[in-house]
Structures are given as structure tokens and as C-alpha cells.
């Protein structure tokens, strides 16, 4: 069993719609918790940081963090063609130099 | 440009053959990363420095692979006898003991 499990799509949503990505995770000892947009071709850009539990907010992006449930996920409002791309879920032990990433969700909106 | 880059972005080589990438993180970050992406999978870690010290290595680090910081500013990840499961997305990030990583735009490798 992988230590991040991601559903890898692909995910078509309207232009507009809420989009909602989710990873869950194995290892207790992840505190940290991030969410990258890759585009083709491209190196991962990091969107959102949390640490523990916990909600956070910026702009359009929402990252939520349950702990007790091993699971996180990212929303997306009022989601754009330029959102188009794959999102990666990324987690890290305290102390730790090395991320684990998810497999990365595929998600295409539709103007 | 203040980010990561990386350079080639491209390099198609011959099996066998050994290939050199390089890596220059953003000027004040002393930690940098080097993570292999094959396609349809997320990055997977290979090895880690802190300044010129290279202190950890994943097991996906084979022997023929190599990689140096000389000075502590950009890096090097040679790989040696390349096979064609060499091929992939190499990606290089850097930060500062306070910052994420933020990662370059990658070098892809195909080996033929």
C-alpha cells in the first residue's frame, strides 16, 4: 500500500462548477500537508500549505486537513479553464527533508 | 527569473550512455532536492542536501546514479549506463530551513 493514495481522474468539471480533490494517507507521523498544480510539461507550482488539522483559505482555494480521518482534500470554486492541470497532494513528517506525494488528480474545466 | 531552473529541459540519450543534469535553486535557499516523476505518478523523493552536504538518499538511488552540490549553490545528478527505465521527469526543489520546496521545471530524459 502506497503511503498517499490519490485518485488519478481524470476529472472534467463545467466552467464555474466547485471541484473537490482528496488524498488519504497511511503515516500518523505526516504534519505537514501541501497541494501542488502541475501543468504539462512542467515542474510542480505549490498552492497551499497546512500544518496539521485544520482548515485554510486563499482566494479561490480551500485546504481542509482531518488528521483523525487520514484524509485531505482541496476545493476549487468557481473553477476556470486555467485551472486545468494535474493536482498533486503532498505530505511530510516533522523533521523530515523528503515529501511523499499522491499520484496526482487530472482535472480539465470546461469553458 | 528568481525560481529554480533547470538545465537541459530535454535530453534524449542512448541507452548506455551516461547523461548530466544541473540544477540551480533560488540564491538564498541552502536545502535542495532531486525527485524522479514517470508518467502518471507523483514525484518520488531521490536525495537531499543541505549546503554542500548530501545527507540523505532514497533506495531509488541506484549506484549509477550520482549527485553533488561542490559549492553548496547549484547541483549535479549524473546518472551512468542509462536504461531505458531511466526515463522520466527529473525534478530539482530548493528551500530554506523555513520555506516549502519549490521545484524547478524539471529536465525530462528519454532513453532510447
Known amino acids: 500500500q502506497k503511503e498517499v493514495e490519490q485518485d488519478p481522474g481524470p476529472l472534467s468539471v463545467p466552467e464555474g462548477a466547485i471541484v473537490s480533490l482528496n488524498c488519504t494517507y497511511s503515516?500518523?507521523?505526516?504534519?505537514?500537508f501541501m497541494w501542488y498544480r502541475q501543468y504539462s510539461r512542467k515542474g510542480p507550482e505549490l498552492l497551499m500549505y497546512?500544518?496539521?488539522?485544520g482548515n485554510k483559505e486563499d482566494g479561490r482555494f480551500t485546504a481542509q486537513v482531518d488528521k483523525s480521518s487520514k484524509y485531505i482534500s482541496l476545493f476549487i470554486r468557481d473553477s476556470q479553464p486555467s485551472d486545468s492541470a494535474t493536482y498533486l497532494c503532498?505530505?511530510?513528517?516533522?523533521?523530515?527533508?523528503?515529501?511523499?506525494f499522491g499520484t496526482g488528480t487530472r482535472l480539465t474545466v470546461i469553458p | 527569473d528568481t525560481g529554480v531552473s533547470q538545465n537541459p529541459r530535454h535530453k534524449i540519450t542512448k541507452r548506455g550512455q551516461n547523461v548530466t543534469f544541473r540544477c540551480d535553486p533560488i540564491s538564498e535557499h541552502n536545502r535542495l532536492y532531486w525527485y524522479r516523476q514517470t508518467l502518471g505518478q507523483g514525484p518520488e523523493f531521490l536525495t537531499y542536501?543541505?549546503?554542500?552536504?548530501?545527507?540523505?538518499k532514497s533506495r531509488l538511488l541506484s549506484d549509477r546514479f550520482s549527485a553533488e552540490r561542490p559549492k553548496g549553490s547549484f547541483s549535479t545528478l549524473e546518472i551512468q549506463r542509462t536504461e531505458q527505465g531511466d526515463s522520466a521527469m527529473y525534478l530539482c526543489?530548493?528551500?530554506?530551513?523555513?520555506?516549502?520546496?519549490?521545484f524547478g521545471p524539471g529536465t525530462r530524459l528519454t532513453v532510447t
Open positions: 497546512t500544518y496539521s488539522s
Open positions: 526543489a530548493s528551500s530554506s530551513p523555513t520555506s516549502k520546496q519549490y
Open positions: 542536501f543541505q549546503n554542500e552536504a548530501q545527507l540523505e
Open positions: 503532498a505530505m511530510s513528517a516533522t523533521g523530515a527533508n523528503n515529501l511523499f
Open positions: 503515516n500518523s507521523a505526516f504534519q505537514y
